[in-house]
């Protein structure tokens, strides 16, 4: 994520990625703890997924495919 924050083509971007893949990472430098606490809230919430951890600016994203999940968490 750049120093725009959370823009429409991150959220774009962030949807494809997790569209192909299911689980990614993301990277947000530059911020304060709440700032990129409040940033990553807002990615996930947007893109439908949720951050499974995150450890200093690098955050894990996860989304499973509606019609081919690969990862699949155990309830």
Known sequence: ?????VTDGVVAET????????????RLPGKDREERDAALAELAGRTDS?????IGHVA????PRKDLPRIV???
Do not use: Q, S, W
């Not at 949807?15 to 993301?26: Q, S, T």
């Not at 949720?50 to 995150?54: A, K, N, Q, V």
């Not at 894990?60 to 989304?63: D, G, H, P």
């Open 1 to 5: 994520m750049g120093n725009a924050g």
């Open 15 to 26: 949807a494809r990625a997790l569209h192909d893949h299911e689980l990614i990472k993301v």
């Open 50 to 54: 949720m951050m499974i951890t995150r």
């Open 60 to 63: 894990v994203l996860y989304r």
């Open 73 to 75: 968490i155990p309830d």
